[in-house]
């Protein structure tokens, strides 16, 4: 299957010489192994013969020298029974090596039943939070310090930081920084090694997992689509009305007709499952292709755009009206113009979340509330764009360092 997939790249570079060649090489090597394999297989097996024969010998020498007439049957018994010892030498040689080789297999898992598991999925606490928390959106860090792993330094170093509730917050910083570190850290992902994360004034090392991440909507720069229809990728669990489901794919821009006609037509039980490819860039909703519900999906969202796949996570968190919103790079794959109709569309359908956007293109958080510049796991500037460009420093220098870039590529604001 991954042959068959990569055969279009293959064909484009056309790479099919040298990838036979290499595959030759592979091939050559692997049966050199098992070349390996099979010696090893006979001389062991010849000394097992070897052995074999030694005891036939002995057990034929005993039933000569024993030559009691009454003890025939069992001399003859001892030979019949000593001509199979070669087999059973050969099964429990291989046998004992298979052992060892799959041994390897129990080692691992318990290997990895001994790592430890995430935070329970539920807690006591949970039904002492508001069922409409968060209401706000405000997160606070307070010194907050992670590392991935025991052993390793620290990435967030004592994070101190106020996200006021409903703003937009655009996170920058050169490579290493931790500006994905903090979506890790809000999700749990990783735990905290020391210092405290509150959204709306709790805890969340107080919450169970399942509800503090179906609290917060991620939109990753890689959208994760299932093979089904639009609607099994919107509402998996059937939580939802189909107008309701209708009403986030018209908001996003991704019907084909209008709202209205596409409910007349699903209240006349007709429905469409073609899912026609395009790039859903620019445009009001007449540029998109999705038709109804009952729309086909690949598998990973293959016959979609970059641009469709990202709308259509959108629409999913617009279906649970999340108040924060995570945005890790998700613009960082799409043309300017796909980039453009997503801020348009964040803009208009989360006025009221909390979003915090990890920023590929700097131009994208240009209209933030607040930009916060990461460097070295601290926040190192946290204003608005106009007062970080007014004053200088590392924000004013990536913006700098962006506008040459464009000018030299040539590309538009």
């Known amino acids: 299957a991954e042959t068959i997939d990569g055969v279009s790249t293959i064909r484009a570079f056309s790479a099919q010489r040298s990838l036979f060649r290499r595959i030759v090489e592979m091939l050559d090597k692997q049966q050199n192994c098992y070349y390996l394999v099979f010696s090893a297989q006979c001389w062991l097996a010849v000394r097992l013969e070897l052995v074999g024969t030694l005891i036939i010998l002995l057990a034929c020498l005993c039933a000569v020298f024993q030559h009691d007439s009454q003890n025939a049957g069992l001399a003859g018994l001892s030979i019949s029974y000593a001509l199979s010892v070669t087999q059973a030498l050969n099964w429990a040689v291989r046998m004992s090596a298979d052992v060892e080789a799959n041994f390897v297999a129990v080692e691992r898992v318990e290997q990895y039943s001994k790592i430890p598991g995430e935070a329970p999925r539920k807690t006591p606490g949970d039904s002492a939070i508001d069922v409409k928390w968060p209401r706000d959106g405000e997160i606070r860090f307070k010194e907050a310090k992670l590392r991935y792993r025991t052993g390793l330094p620290l990435i967030l170093k004592g994070l101190d930081l106020v996200i006021p509730a409903q703003s937009k917050i655009g996170v920058v910083g050169r490579t290493g920084a931790g500006k994905s570190t903090l979506m890790v850290a809000l999700l749990r992902i990783v735990e905290l090694d020391a210092g405290a994360i509150e959204i709306d004034g709790v805890d969340i090392a107080s919450l169970g997992l399942k509800k503090l991440r179906s609290r917060i909507a991620v939109i990753p720069q890689d959208p994760v689509l299932f ?151 601290k926040s190192a500037e946290f204003d608005s764009p106009e007062t970080l460009l007014k004053k200088g420093g590392m924000f004013r220098d990536l913006v700098e360092a962006w506008e040459k870039e464009r000018i030299q590529n040539n590309e538009p604001r």
């Open 227 to 377: 093979s089904g229809t639009v609607q099994t990728n919107l509402d998996p669990f059937d939580e939802y009305s189909e107008e309701r489901l209708y009403e986030v794919l018209d908001r996003v821009g991704l019907l084909k007709s209008s709202l209205h006609r596409v409910r007349s037509a699903a209240s006349l039980g007709t429905t469409t499952s073609s899912v026609a490819s395009g790039v859903a860039g620019g445009g009001g909703p007449s540029s998109s292709s999705i038709n109804s519900l009952a729309s086909r999906i690949s598998e990973g969202g293959s016959n979609l755009s970059v641009g469709q796949r990202q709308l259509l996570v959108i629409a999913r968190a617009l279906l649970n009206a999340s108040k924060i919103v995570i945005m890790d790079e998700a613009t960082a794959s799409v043309d300017a113009d796909t980039d453009a109709r997503i801020q348009r569309v964040m803009r208009s359908e989360f006025r009221n979340s909390t979003v915090i956007t990890v920023a590929h293109r700097i131009n994208t958080i240009l209209d933030s509330d607040y930009i916060l510049v990461m460097d070295s796991g």
